[in-house]
T-cell receptor
Framework: SQQGEEDPQALSIQEGENATMNCSYK?????LQWYRQNSGRGLVHLIL?????REKHSGRLRVTLDTSKKSSSLLITASRAADTASYFC??????????FGDGTTLTVKP | DTGVSQDPRHKITKRGQNVTFRCDPI?????LYWYRQTLGQGPEFLTY????????KSRLLSDRFSAERPKGSFSTLEIQRTEQGDSAMYLC??????????????FGSGTRLTVV
């Protein structure tokens, strides 16, 4: 089974709203990464947060990590139609090999 | 450097045929990964290399799958005697573990395999 699981599986919001998606994992990790995938394309790395970090920001993205709960969240603020994509978390618990969840599909309606 | 390149973008093959995919990573990256992704699922780990050494291969990977990375540069993934269940997107990614650890992967656009 996959190490990380995203929640919800699907999310639909209006442009301008915030989108929050969550990731839970099972074992201790070195770091956790978030990726975006547009339909039929490769994945794009968004942000990496290490196990000793609690929060990171990148533009409109905010990622939090709670190692005690083995969970992470990705917040996209002021969403745009172009943010429509699938979002995956990936956990690195084995010195460099990352394991992906099945993703959250985000739809941002104009 | 234009990122991670994969070739071909699409491959249609008949069941039982062999196929080979190529991946050219970012030249400064010493790690190279192969993942497989089916519709609605996340990428599933297949194997990875550090330089030319294959460090890990998924137990889910049958012996019909083989990967190489000669000279620690480009990599090839070969599937022998393809089956319809092999139909998927095959993704290559590279990363660098220099300067203290994983900084995230750079993915190629993938090779979509259809076995008919």
């Amino acid at each position: 089974s996959q190490q990380g699981e995203e929640d919800p599986q699907a999310l639909s919001i209006q442009e301008g709203e915030n989108a929050t998606m969550n990731c839970s994992y099972k074992t201790s990790i070195n770091n956790l990464q978030w990726y975006r995938q547009n339909s039929g394309r490769g994945l794009v790395h968004l942000i990496l947060i290490r196990s000793n970090e609690r929060e990171k920001h990148s533009g409109r993205l905010r990622v939090t990590l709670d190692t005690s709960k083995k969970s992470s969240s990705l917040l996209i603020t002021a969403s745009r139609a172009a943010d429509t994509a699938s979002y995956f978390c990936a956990t690195d618990f084995n010195a460099g090999k990352s394991t992906f969840g099945d993703g959250t599909t985000l739809t941002v309606k104009p | 450097d234009t990122g991670v390149s994969q070739d071909p973008r699409h491959k249609i093959t008949k069941r039982g045929q062999n196929v080979t995919f190529r991946c050219d990573p970012i030249s400064e990256h010493n790690r190279l990964y192969w993942y497989r992704q089916t519709l609605g699922q996340g990428p599933e780990f297949l194997t990875y290399f550090q330089n030319e050494a294959q460090l890990e291969k998924s137990r889910l990977l049958s012996d019909r799958f083989s990967a190489e990375r000669p000279k620690g540069s480009f990599s090839t993934l070969e599937i022998q005697r393809t089956e319809q269940g092999d139909s998927a997107m095959y993704l290559c990614a590279s990363s660098s573990d220099l300067a203290g650890g994983n900084y995230g992967y750079t993915f190629g656009s993938g090779t979509r395999l259809t076995v008919v």
